[in-house]
C-alpha cells in the first residue's frame, strides 16, 4: 500500500513553467518506477511520462522537450517540471506508482493563452 500526495499546480500563462511534485508514503525505491499522466475534461487519462529506477525516461511525443519527469529516493518524492507551457496542457494532472494501482489524488493545470 502506498499514499500519493501531490502538490504544485495552478495557473499560468502561456509559455510559464510549473513544476509538480508527488511524494510518496513509502520508499519510492521499492517501486520499478513512477508514472505522469493527465486528463483532459471528458476524456480518459493519458499517459505522459515515467521514470524507472534504472533512470529509464519517456515522454509522450507532444511533451517531450517541454516536460522534465525526475525522482529523489530520499524524499520518496518524483516530480514533473514543465516548460513552455500551453494553453493545450491545460488538464489535472495524477502521478502514479507504475505497475501498482496507486494514485495521487491529481492536480489542476491551467494555463491562460
Known amino acids: 500500500q502506498a499514499e500519493l500526495v501531490q502538490s504544485g499546480g495552478g495557473l499560468v500563462q502561456a509559455g510559464g513553467s510549473l513544476r509538480l511534485s508527488c511524494a510518496a508514503s513509502?520508499?519510492?525505491?521499492?517501486?520499478?518506477?513512477m508514472s505522469w499522466y493527465r486528463q483532459f475534461p471528458g476524456k480518459e487519462r493519458e499517459w505522459i511520462a515515467q521514470i524507472t529506477n534504472e533512470r529509464e525516461i519517456t515522454y509522450l511525443d507532444s511533451v517531450r522537450g517541454r516536460f522534465t519527469v525526475s525522482r529523489d529516493f530520499g524524499k520518496n518524492t518524483c516530480y514533473l517540471e514543465m516548460k513552455d507551457l500551453k494553453p493545450e496542457d491545460t488538464a489535472i494532472y495524477y502521478c502514479?506508482?507504475?505497475?501498482?494501482?496507486?494514485w495521487g489524488q491529481g492536480t489542476q493545470v491551467t494555463v491562460s493563452s
Open positions: 513509502r520508499s519510492i525505491h521499492r517501486f520499478y518506477g
Open positions: 502514479k506508482v507504475i505497475g501498482e494501482p496507486y
